[in-house]
């Protein structure tokens, strides 16, 4: 069945998101706080619903064999664990996200694809509740983007991991957007929304420093890759139209930017115009590009 189209109308960030940086403006561990801007709503659900093993891990399955024990890391609706989950069985795979509602909707979608070697749980990537080298694999996608201290979560994902185990992680670069029409409106809002997430602990995503960034977390055999995914139908623009709606119609985004005085209300209500207007553009096209890396923890010589 066709999943209804994405609306840009009437659309606001999840409260999750807004309390969790709300904590974060008043945290001084803020650096060590992992954040989903987007929210978790309709429109944010149905672009992950899209994202599968092959579409975004592609990079990490010729190094998979059956029998592997995996950790998903920020899960979300498991679109991707299950996929893997089919790909290591008969091992087991855990998926962790910090936000229920992630996890419920991966529960559901495991017992309707009827996968049982695989469970989902709540869990802070920066203490992550498993044993020391009690993991083959801990896989990453668009996770770190979200993280402040990247360095530590990369840390933490090493700790659980055995010698000889794989990490794999994958984000969005989200410097210079590469879309047309490249309106002042809409490069404006990509520039404050990476100044307000620097703002609220969350430096701007470089995942193509992730192979030094391995390296320098004590990861061997790093090396990295990368990606596009395009947007050049009407509905799949509409979709990433969406996405980018909920965004500049964040409450945190929007106190950030005001309070700040990078822009005024006015300015904020042009922006979601302006999106709204990209999104039923003929002519509009994005490119989302993203960089990889993987990487072994050292293997244990006697």
Known sequence: MQAPKASLRGLRTNSDTTAILRRMNNDPRAAERAVY????GDVAHRYMLERSAVSVADFLLPHLVPGMRLLDVGCGPGTITLDLAELVAPGEVIGVDQAPVQLERARALATERGISSVRFEQADLFALPYADASFDVVFAH??????????AALHEFRRVLRPGGIVAVKDLQTGEPIIDPATPLLRDFFALLNRAKAKNGVPISAPETYRALLREAGFVDVEASASCKSHGTAEAVRTIAAMQAVMARGEVFQQTVVEQGWADQAHLDAI?????????DPDAFRVELFCAALGRVPRLYI
């Open 37 to 40: 801007v987007a929210g978790y």
């Open 142 to 151: 668009a996770v770190l983007m979200h993280v402040g201290d990247r360095l």
């Open 272 to 280: 979601v115009a302006e999106i709204e207007r990209w999104g039923e």
